[in-house]
């Protein structure tokens, strides 16, 4: 994964900024915190390309499915 988190600013936006308490910001997920700090797009429905690229990852193969 290339993003990092630069948890010091997280901590102050959550702490400082939405008066968080310390057990109250670790207990967030990363998008409710982005989400209270003001982030409305969310997550990206799956497109076109990535679909593509999950077939490719991960291709059918012949006798794979069984019933039951």
């Known amino acids: 994964m290339s993003e990092r988190f630069d948890w010091p600013a997280l901590m102050r936006a959550g702490m400082q900024g ?3 308490k310390p ?3 670790w ?3 990363p ?3 982005r989400l209270m700090l003001g982030e409305r797009q ?3 429905p799956l ?3 990535g679909l593509e690229a999950l077939l490719r990852a991960f291709p059918d193969t012949e006798g ?3 019933d039951g």
Do not use: K, N, S
């Open 18 to 20: 939405l008066g968080l």
């Open 23 to 25: 057990a109250e910001f």
């Open 27 to 29: 207990a967030l997920t």
């Open 31 to 33: 998008m409710e915190l």
């Open 42 to 44: 969310g997550v990206q």
């Open 47 to 49: 497109a076109r390309d």
């Open 64 to 66: 794979e499915m069984r």
